[in-house]
C-alpha cells in the first residue's frame, strides 16, 4: 500500500502561522471572542509545553553527562558553552546600544509625566546566585525553577559517572525515562500547529496593526538589530567555527524560528529546537546538554532589546547615556539576561533591572509595556537561534578534539 505522504510539521506551523494573522485581522472587531474562545486552546498547548519542559530539561542534561561519560569532557563542553553564551550576549547588547544610538533622532518623544510603573523590587545579585542552588530536591520540579533544575541534573549526572561500574541500571533506567519524554514531547508537538494558530490569533485580533503606532520607530529599530545579530554574528560563528553553511542553518532552524516568533516562549520551543538541531547533525549528548542551559541563560535577543530600550527611554527623558553608562549597560544586561526565564514577558521585568543600573527611572517601562510582545516574539527567535549556532559550534569543537574530523 502506498504511504500517505503527509506535510512537513515546518510547513503546517507556517501555514497556521499565515492563517492566524489572516484570521486575527479578521476578527478584529470581536477580540473579546477569540481571547475567549480561542486563546485558551493557545494555553492548554502552552500548558502541555510546560508539563514536558521540566523533566525534558532534566533527563536531558544528566543523559547528555552520562553519555558523555567522562567528566573532563562535559567540562569541555561546558566551558565552550558559557564562553559563547556570555560573548554572544555581550556583542547581542552592544548591537541594540549602537542601533538604539543610531536610530535615536527617529524615536518619538513622549510625554513622561504621567507615567506608573510598578517595577518588582529587584533582587541583590547575591540573592540571585544563593537562589540558584536548591536546598531540597523536589520544589526546583515543582516551582520549574530551572536554574535550580540544571544544578540538580548537573550534580546527579556527575555522581552517576563517578559510581563507576555500579551505574549500569540507573544509566538505562534514566535512559529509558529521556525516551518516555521525548516520546511525549514528540505527541505535544503534533499539536503545534493549532497551538500556534490559537496562540497568535488572540494577540493579533486584539492589538491589531494600530499598536504599533507611535512606537513603530523603537520596533523597527529592535527588528534591525534582532536582525542583523542573527545575520551577522551567527552566520559567522556558524560558518567559520561551526564548518556549516549559514543557509542551510537557517533552513533547518525555520521550525523553530516560528515556533518561538509565536510563543515567546525559549523553555518551550526547546523540545522543536532539539529536533533542529539533530536535522542540522549536532549529537544528541552534546544538544541535550547546550540547549536546555541556553533556554535558561542565554537571551542575546532579550539583551538586545534591553539596549534599544534603555535608549529609547533616556531619550525619552532628555538623558544622553554616557560611554561608562553603556558600559554600564552591557554588564548588567548580560547579568539580566542569565536571570531572564525562557518565558514570555520576562524580559521586560528585567528592563527594570538595567535602567536602575543607570539611574534611568523604571517607571520609563511604562512606554513600551504596551507592545512588549511584539518586541519579545523577536527576542525569542534571537534567543533561540543562539543556543542552536552555539550547539552546531560545540558539536564540531569537541568533533575535532576528539580527532573525529
Ligand atoms: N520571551 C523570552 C524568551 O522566552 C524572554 C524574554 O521575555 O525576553 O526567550
Known sequence: MKEKKTMSLAAQIFIALVAAIIAGLLLQPQAAFANSYIKPF???FLNLLKFIVVPIVLFSIMCGIISMQDIRKVGSVGLKTVVYYLCTTAFAIIVGLIGGNLFKGLFPAIATTELSYEAAAPTPFMDTLVNIFPSNIVSPLVNANMLQ????????????ILIGPKNEKIIEGIT????VFMKCMEMILKLSPIGVFCLLCPVVASNGPQIIGSLAMVLLTAYICYIVHSLVVYSTAVKTMGGMSPAKFFK???PAIIFAFSSASSVGTLPINLECTEKLGVDREISSFVLPLGATI?????AI??????IFIASCY???????????IVLTATLASIGTAGVPGAGMVMLAMVLASVGLPVEGIALVAGVDRIFDMGRTVVNITGDASCCVIVNRLEKKREGKI
Not at 532589546?305 to 534603555?310: E, S
Open 318 to 328: 532628555g538623558i544622553n547615556l554616557t560611554l561608562p553608562q553603556m558600559m554600564t
Open 252 to 254: 533547518e532552524m525555520l
Open 176 to 179: 529509558t525515562l529521556n525516551d
Open 42 to 44: 493557545g494555553t492548554i
Open 305 to 310: 532589546y534591553q539596549g534599544v530600550c534603555a
Open 149 to 160: 533544575i540544571i544544578v540538580m541534573a548537573l550534580l546527579i549526572g556527575f555522581s552517576i
Open 298 to 302: 542565554n537571551m542575546d535577543g532579550t
